[in-house]
């Protein structure tokens, strides 16, 4: 029963009520205080019932708005991830080996160096290959263990890894 209904059965069951006090007819009289307060009571449990649907209207407003705050994280990291891919470009310095290096105009003051491309792309964590030999011509990522090799063997001495 919507508002206006039961506030019309109470209406009438007061209407009665005061209608049969008049009369000073008391069996009307105590039919009529029967019927407002099972009218009463019918208000009571549909203020019950709002109050619950309140409730829970209040619980799936709050729901949505953590789920809306979760959404606008998960969008913040993945636009920065984005962003720090961005920064790198995919290289091959030697044949078949592929690295990510930083571009030359999102360097800034870092020095030159290449990260793992299956560590970004996959884990999206970005992980510096770091020399594993005096001479630069095998690199490995700390993080997931793939070596690779960025250069020749120098047969002469003086044969620089040119990053
Ligand atoms: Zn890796």
Do not use: W
Request: aromatic fraction near 8%.
């Amino acid at each position: 029963m919507d508002i206006p209904g039961f506030l019309s059965g109470i209406t009438f069951a007061a209407n009665a009520y005061k209608a049969a006090v008049e009369l000073q007819d008391e069996a009307k009289i105590i039919a009529a205080t029967y019927e407002l307060q099972a009218q009463l009571t019918i208000a009571g449990a549909h203020c019950i019932a709002m109050n619950e649907k309140v409730a829970a209207a209040a619980d799936h407003e709050r729901m949505l708005k953590t789920r809306v705050r979760d959404l606008e994280d998960e969008i913040a990291e993945l636009q920065r991830r984005a962003a720090e891919r961005e920064r790198y470009d995919l290289v091959q310095d030697f044949p078949g080996t592929f690295t990510l290096r930083i571009k030359e105009s999102a360097r800034g003051a870092e020095p030159v160096h290449h990260i793992c491309p299956g560590c970004m792309d996959n884990k999206a964590l970005k992980s510096i290959l770091q020399s594993e030999n005096s001479i630069h011509t095998f690199f490995k990522c700390p993080e997931c263990g793939t070596v690779y090799r960025t250069a020749e063997t120098p047969t002469e001495e003086g044969m620089p890894f040119a990053f």
